[in-house]
């Protein structure tokens, strides 16, 4: 079993900034891709952004490419998401989920562990 905890959310205006942060516990996180996706009301959540266990590769939804930036320090047990230019759209509560299978890293069925959620919101 892997417990994961979010945190880093808040309140920033638009063009600001905020980092995420993942913990993870209970087991070696490093074995594990790592997620981020989001849920604005009334929306289904998506995928935002994903690193796999080795940190060798990353991926992005085009909403957020170039201006969010994922990352993780396995010695921590932690994967980050770094958001810059933030804007009224990013307004979610962002998950990170963590998988060891071979799913596409944005399929959200593909994930094993969950966290429960950090608020984002950003004024206009």
């Known amino acids: 079993q892997v417990q994961l905890v979010e945190s880093g959310g808040g309140l920033v205006q638009a063009g600001g900034s905020l980092r995420l942060s993942c913990a993870a516990s209970g087991r070696t996180f490093s074995w594990y891709d790592g997620g981020w996706f989001r849920q604005a009301p009334g929306k289904e959540r998506e995928f935002v952004a994903a690193i796999l266990w080795s940190g060798d590769s990353t991926y992005y939804a085009d909403s957020v490419k170039g201006r969010f930036t994922i990352s993780r320090d396995n010695a921590k047990n932690t994967v980050y998401l770094q958001m810059n230019s933030l804007k009224p759209e990013d307004t979610a509560v962002y998950y990170c989920?963590?998988?060891?299978?071979?799913?596409?890293?944005?399929?959200?069925?593909?994930?094993?562990?969950w966290g429960q959620g950090t608020q984002v919101t950003v004024s206009s």
């Open positions: 989920a963590g998988k060891t299978n071979e799913d596409p890293v944005e399929r959200l069925g593909g994930y094993d562990y």
